[in-house]
């Protein structure tokens, strides 16, 4: 059986034309891409953009290859990550030495082991954040899903892994700065090979919340005196290694890894539970399941970690969520030596788009992929499925870090959320992604937080 990359008979890929993919792209790109997606099913496939040409690479096993298999021949790269890199370019988000000092450094703290360690202060916090969330949005006044959900998840990442290094003042501040950029960078992102020196709708805004950022962590980075002591945070240990490196990392390293630990850390979990409740409005059973499961593990109590092994379902509809709405939804590699593909000849310097949100919804791949069913991730079910069939954290040297950190901390949110509230969506919200650079609901998530049944034994202690 041919490997991957296999030259025996190596062919060109097939192209689709400018004049049939632009204009769907340009009127909505993630539909576009993903009806590309699903009419290739697998097969490589060139997207003719005039002069930029990407190939969109989507069979489990191509991704695998990409990925893993042969990860050295296809670097973090190129047009698609050169605009983010005046956010946070030398750092565990780029590639080559950098980025393998910049994992090895923090890898640690996000160790299974080291992140279970951490289960009881997690659970804590989520369930305080959720408790004031209640004072706040009593009344049943309707409140913006993801920047509650910001405000939760930013109170945990910090207090857990920024040590309380940034105050709550300034972690609100970025909120707003980081949503800021996830947008602005939409139209470098959809026309990657228009120069800097040219502006684009954006630019400002993206510069704008740059500033931001850089008022929050610069100050910080200056004020670090050597010693730091021996913290388990992100910025002990990142100023420990730059200490211990004597000069041999850019001045910026500590500054651009801090920047992408908190995109990296907030914005996904955000992105990803704000999903939840437009599908749960849309599949009331999935609803009533995910409550009973709450009700009877947590009920009114605070949300604690002996708990999780009970939230069964709870992972199960967590899990369906990432794999419809993958908030790292495109990964984009460039090729360093020319190789061969499923057959195809693939040249040094070309863009391969892997995504995976394509390929969660591949016909021949997903049984009903369009489809919300939780009982797809049932406990021994799929266990013959490929690996990269599924694949919302990534895969290979450059998975997710935080991925543990997600699993536990999602648990904690939605368990909390829905033993505390009955959240009822203000209007109908389509399950449509909008284009950024992580895949977000087009519409806000407007909705009312009705007290549920055990409440009010539910206030933070
Ligand atoms: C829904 C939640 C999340 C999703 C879907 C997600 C997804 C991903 C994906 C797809 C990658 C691979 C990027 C690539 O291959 O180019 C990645 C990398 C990364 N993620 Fe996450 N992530 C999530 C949450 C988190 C959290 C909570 C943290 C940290 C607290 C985190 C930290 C990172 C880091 C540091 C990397 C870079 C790893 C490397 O290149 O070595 N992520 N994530």
Redesign the pocket.
């Known amino acids: 059986m041919p490997t991957p990359s296999s030259s025996a008979t190596a062919r060109e890929a097939r192209t689709l034309p400018f004049r049939s993919i632009v204009p769907r792209l340009v009127r909505d790109p993630i539909k576009a891409l993903g009806d590309i997606g699903t009419e290739a099913d697998g097969e490589i496939v060139r997207l003719n953009l005039g002069t930029f040409r990407p190939l969109l690479v989507t069979h489990p096993d191509h991704v695998q290859h990409v990925?893993r298999g042969n990860v050295a021949n296809y670097a973090?790269d190129g047009v698609f990550w050169r605009p983010l890199r005046r956010l946070f370019g030398g750092s565990?988000?780029s590639d080559g030495e950098i980025?393998e000092v910049s994992?090895a450094t923090?890898q640690p703290l996000?160790a299974a082991k080291h992140v279970e360690s951490l289960a009881g202060a997690m659970a804590e916090t989520v369930a305080d954040a959720v408790a004031a969330l209640g004072e706040t949005a009593g009344q049943e006044r309707p409140v913006d899903a993801a920047a509650e959900l910001a405000r939760i998840v930013n109170k945990t990442?910090i207090r857990l892994?920024f040590g309380d290094r940034i105050t709550p003042e300034e972690s609100e501040r970025l909120i707003p700065a980081h949503d800021a950029i996830a947008t602005s960078i939409v139209s470098r992102l959809l026309l990657p090979l228009v120069p800097e020196s040219v502006p684009l709708p954006g630019d400002r805004a993206f510069r704008e919340a740059v500033r931001t950022f850089d008022s929050v962590m610069v100050p910080l980075v200056h004020g670090y005196t050597p010693s730091p002591g021996d913290g388990r945070d992100v910025f002990s240990l990142l100023c420990r290694t730059r200490d211990a490196q004597a000069g041999s990392l850019p001045p910026s390293w500590v500054r651009d890894n801090m920047v992408?630990?908190f995109a990296?850390?907030t914005e996904?979990?955000v992105v990803?539970l704000t999903w939840l409740w437009p599908i749960l409005d849309r599949h009331p059973h999935v609803e009533a399941r995910l409550r009973e499961e709450i009700g009877r593990v947590v009920g009114g109590e605070r949300v604690r970690p002996d708990h999780l092994p009970g939230l069964v379902y709870t992972r199960m509809v967590i899990q369906e969520l990432?794999r419809l709405y993958?908030?790292?939804w495109m990964?984009p590699r460039v090729v360093v030596e020319p190789e061969t593909l499923g057959g195809v000849r693939l040249r040094a310097g070309e863009t391969v788009l892997i995504s995976?949100f394509l390929t969660h919804r591949l016909p021949s791949v997903w049984d009903r992929p369009l489809e919300f069913d939780p009982e797809r991730f049932a406990p021994g079910r799929g266990e013959h499925r490929h690996r990269y069939a599924y694949f919302?954290?990534?895969g290979g040297?450059?998975?997710?870090?935080?991925?543990h950190?997600?699993n536990m901390?999602?648990q904690f949110i939605v368990a909390a959320m829905l033993s505390a509230f009955r959240p009822a969506l203000a209007a109908p919200v389509p399950p449509t992604p909008r284009a950024a650079a992580s895949l977000r609901p087009r519409q806000s998530v407007i909705m009312t937080l009705r007290p549920a049944a055990h409440a009010t034994a539910h206030g933070a202690s």
């Open positions: 990925l973090r565990v988000l980025w994992r923090l996000f990442v892994f992408a630990m990296a850390g996904t979990t990803a990432l993958p908030v790292g990964l995976p919302p954290f990534g040297p450059h998975q997710c870090m935080g991925t950190v997600f901390e999602a």
